[in-house]
């Protein structure tokens, strides 16, 4: 990788190298969200664990396009965003009745 296309994607406006930072509220929400779900069994608990997960996710994935430390970061928050909601979308039956 050319050291230019390198500095565009992983370096800040400070011009450090930001690949891995600190997890922020709105991740580790979603992760502990997910990991209660597997101890929920189907019904209206799960399904309001399932839709707080999203938010959670859908958030951190917002707050990574808007504000993400460097160009890697928008790309990810990019990506989990459209990936949740189709995944939603699927699982929810949503695309079959669209087509």
Not at 2 to 11: A, S, Y
Not at 15 to 36: D, R
Not at 61 to 76: C, D, P, V
């Amino acid at each position: 990788m050319p050291k230019r296309l390198f500095d565009l994607i992983f370096r800040d406006k400070a011009g450090k190298v930001v690949i891995f930072q600190a997890p922020n509220t709105a991740i580790i929400t979603y992760v502990a969200l997910v990991i209660i779900g597997w101890f929920l069994p189907s019904g209206l608990f799960r399904n309001i664990e399932r839709v707080l997960a999203f938010v959670a996710l859908g958030t951190w994935a917002l707050m990574e396009i808007i504000s993400g430390a460097s160009l890697i970061r928008r790309i990810a928050g990019g990506v989990v965003l459209i990936a949740s909601i189709i995944m939603a979308a699927l699982n929810n039956g949503l695309l079959h009745k669209l087509l």
